[in-house]
């Protein structure tokens, strides 16, 4: 690992109850921490802020946002408390030349960002903000913006998508977890594409492979991949973790380190 620059990681994200939970999941995500540095901060792009135009949260102590149902009251009682750094939300805004990037207070931490850093960082004491998802636009754009944040890495910035890169809840079978032959496919059609360095050819996601209208039925939990794709740097290593399945979602974590 580059001692000297921050990782980049996509974690699959998969229910929000991994957040209270000890299962495999959650075991891969400490062994994850327990190899990366310490960051400064951490830049999140979660697949549950879905915006018109590209938004980071400024907000100094960003709430704990519960945006789902259905769950037991343990899940809605947790709260993620790291403070937030307005001063690297406006560094991101203007970092960024390839869109717009707005500062806002209106936002906070979702869940696909705290059921995460619940487990990869539990003391909640690493200034976290997140950026939002312009799901409307085309995995090109999103790659080019995960490149230019990538500056970040070299000033301890953790850029962390999550997501999953197979995500179809409408087929999801709750009482079979068994992974669906698609889902497989589709999941080792992306790996094989991250590790033999073809990164393009996952911008366009719909053409990549026969499975993606059933693995990718919307883009909103895809797209965190290609930002932190985005910001690859080419002596980077990169390594998969958690690679399973929930019936019709994979839960592959990637690596850049």
């Known amino acids: 690992m580059n001692t000297t620059r921050m ?118 004491d690493v200034p976290t903000l997140q950026l939002s998802i312009d799901s409307a636009r085309p995995g090109a754009f999103h790659h080019a913006l995960g490149r230019e944040l990538g500056t970040l890495r070299d000033e301890g910035v953790l850029i962390l998508g999550s997501g999953n890169i197979v995500h179809n809840l409408r087929t999801l079978n709750f009482h079979d977890p068994r992974p669906t032959d698609w889902a497989v496919r589709f999941d080792d059609a992306v790996r094989d594409r991250i590790a033999a360095g073809r990164v393009h050819d996952l911008l366009d996601w719909r053409a990549l492979d026969r499975d993606a209208a059933l693995a990718v039925p919307t883009p909103e939990h895809y797209l965190p991949l290609l930002y932190v794709l985005g910001a690859q740097r080419d002596d980077d290593t990169t390594s998969f973790h958690n690679v399973d399945y929930v019936s019709t979602i994979s839960m592959t974590s990637v690596l850049l380190s």
Not at 38 to 54: D, Q, Y
Request: proline share 8%; net charge neutral; aromatic share 10%.
């Open 7 to 124: 990782p980049a990681l996509f974690i699959g994200h998969g229910s929000p109850m991994n957040a209270i939970e000890d299962n495999a999941f959650t075991r891969g995500w400490q062994e994850l921490a327990s190899r990366m540095p310490e960051p400064k901060a951490i830049l999140c792009v979660s697949a549950h802020w879905e915006s018109r135009g590209s938004f980071v949260c400024a907000a100094s102590q960003p709430r704990t946002i519960h945006d789902f149902r259905g769950f037991p009251q343990s899940l809605f009682d947790v709260r993620y408390p790291a403070p937030g750094d307005p001063v690297l939300a406006r560094r991101v805004a203007d970092l960024v030349k390839s869109t717009s990037v707005h500062t806002t207070s209106e936002w906070g931490l979702d869940h696909g960002a705290w059921s995460v850093l619940n487990i990869l960082y539990p003391q909640a």
